[in-house]
């Protein structure tokens, strides 16, 4: 069974930081592309930044020179380090393994909620 598990998110302060990480199991990512995804309220969900196989990544505007994501093939895991946190920040994140092949379903993690408030 194929779970992606994320951690890290909570309570930051503007201006502060914070670290998730979504670990795989059931599945091996070292052939996918990894994505962090997220969805305030009332918003559709969207992506964040994501990273190939070859660790290219790319990253929404809105989060371009604070928020950096990364893979530990060897860990199967990955990360998004989030600096210079806003408010608008504010979201529930999910992280996302692509399917390998275009039939195959992504695989989705739970979430973590990431909440960015003085």
């Known amino acids: 069974q194929v779970h992606l598990v994320e951690s890290g998110g909570g309570l930051v302060q503007p201006g502060g930081s914070l670290r998730l990480s979504c670990a795989a199991s059931g599945i091996g990512i070292r052939a996918r592309t990894m994505g962090w995804y997220r969805q305030a309220p009332g918003k559709q969900r969207e992506l964040v930044a994501a990273i190939t196989s070859g660790s290219n990544t790319n990253y929404a505007d809105s989060v371009k020179g604070r928020f950096t994501i990364s893979r530990d093939n060897a860990k199967n895991t990955v990360y998004l380090q989030m600096n210079s946190l806003k408010p608008e920040d504010t979201a529930v994140y999910y992280c996302?393994?692509?399917?390998?092949?275009?039939?195959?379903?992504?695989?989705w993690g739970q979430g973590t909620q990431v909440t960015v408030s003085s």
């Open positions: 996302k393994a692509a399917a390998v092949i275009a039939t195959l379903p992504d695989f």
